[in-house]
């Protein structure tokens, strides 16, 4: 097997990529109708759909210590089980209202949040469950994989959901049964669950029911300078810069006058590269600070070019860029946590990591479309990524600084770091 692919060899974890392919595609979908149905209940207002993006990650910012303790004292495959029937539930009531014709925006509002709940309690389950799955010597490759698979479901899924909306009319109905398409995506991951081999899994000691257990994952990356790094680089970047389907609708609508057809072709534009990156990524054995700082500065740089973009093609030829660039930081920054960290306190740590990468969604995403509406929707782009370059350039100088000093170390891991 293609060492790009050697973790399909697992059995688990090909039916666990199975069903995310098919679940990641819905959620695609979900989110270029989302978007549109509040840019059609809002009269295309930017600060509505910061304000929709925001609710949706709020419960990330402030549920995810107590969900990573969750996960590491549930066992992930019942748990995620659980999470996958919570976010199908707020998506088939949304999409209900829509095809209705009843949905007002409080109602978008309402939703997003409480999928943004269930979210909050799945993502450090399935972030670390990756590690129960494959061997240490796979789980690089198994992250990277993972992104491939959530961005070829990026690369259909906005396009789909275009095409589809588009074809029912581009009204507030149309956006309802591409969010009910997602609602059924669910099931998918939900029987690949109920199907994987629990003799198969490296399942670790659920974690103690003691005082302080959510404060012990929070004084173990306080004490490893290299994890502060790379949650500071992160924290920036989505922040400030990872707002795509924000940025991505106001940059269609606004300055090119472009529809719903065209808006989900530059999410499928942007998972071009993004895939690619993945990719990459699955086939790297090693990784260091450098790559996750590296890559981090080209892809705000080429946000600002992009913002400043004289036509819609070429705002789309830089959507790969952007794309390759972004993936290429976030997998690298995913599997430096993973495989840096011991197996009882993962879910602990990607929870502090998902808090950190995720929630800065909701305190940048209503800036972001208050920029967009106060300056324009270029700004949006011009404006994050110039924050991005330069929040990561005063990490990487605090960071090289202190190790100038010799009070930290500056790792490289490699497969060998990756024992549980």
Do not use: C
């Not at 974890?13 to 199975?18: E, G, N, Q, S």
């Not at 479901?153 to 909306?165: D, E, K, N, Q, T």
């Amino acid at each position: 097997m293609s060492p790009t692919f050697r973790s399909l060899h697992n059995a688990n974890y090909r039916l666990y990529a199975a069903g995310g392919v098919v679940s990641n595609t819905g959620t695609w979908m979900q989110r270029v109708a989302q978007d549109w149905l509040v840019l059609l209940l809002s009269g295309s207002s930017g600060v509505a759909l910061g304000i929709t993006t925001g609710l949706q990650f709020l419960p990330t910012l402030l549920l995810a210590p107590f969900a990573g303790l969750v996960a590491d004292r549930v066992p992930k495959q019942r748990l995620l089980q659980a999470t996958n029937l919570g976010m199908a539930a707020p998506a088939l009531v949304l999409g209900l209202l829509a095809v209705t014709g009843t949905a007002e925006i409080w109602h978008v509002y309402v939703l997003a949040t409480v999928l943004g709940v269930s979210s909050a309690f799945d993502a450090p389950a399935r972030q670390s469950f990756v590690s129960e799955m494959v061997d240490p010597a796979d789980l690089s490759n198994a992250v990277g994989l993972n992104s491939a698979s959530f961005n070829a479901a990026r690369l259909v899924g906005p396009g789909l959901a275009g095409v589809l909306i588009a074809a029912l009319g581009g009204g507030v109905v149309a956006t309802g049964w591409v969010i009910l398409a997602n609602a059924l995506s669910y099931a998918a991951p939900i029987a690949a669950l109920r199907r994987l081999d629990p003799s198969r899994l490296d399942t670790p000691e659920p974690t103690g029911r003691r005082p302080g257990a959510v404060l012990e994952g929070v004084r173990y990356v306080r004490g490893r300078p290299d994890l502060l790094l790379i949650l500071a680089i992160v924290f920036v970047a989505g922040t400030f810069g990872l707002n795509f389907q924000l940025t991505s609708a106001l940059m269609a609508t606004e300055v090119f006058g472009k529809g719903a057809t065209e808006y989900g072709a530059l999410g499928t534009f942007l998972a071009v590269g993004s895939l690619a990156g993945a990719l990459l990524a699955a086939r790297r054995e090693r990784v260091r600070h450098r790559l996750v700082v590296g890559a981090a500065l080209l892809f705000g740089a080429v946000e600002v070019v992009a913002g400043l973009a004289p036509s819609y093609l070429v705002f789309a030829l830089l959507a790969p860029v952007l794309g390759l660039t972004s993936l290429t930081m976030i997998t690298a920054a995913n599997t430096y946590m993973q495989m840096s960290t011991t197996a009882g306190m993962r879910g602990r740590v990607m929870a502090l990591y998902l808090m950190v990468f995720m929630g800065g969604t909701p305190l940048g995403a209503p800036v972001v479309g208050w920029i967009g509406e106060a300056l324009g929707a270029r700004w949006t782009l011009v404006l994050g990524g110039g924050a991005t370059v330069a929040g990561v350039a005063l990490a990487a100088a605090l960071f090289l600084a202190a190790t100038r000093r010799g009070t930290v170390a500056a790792p490289v891991l490699t497969l060998a770091h990756a024992g549980k």
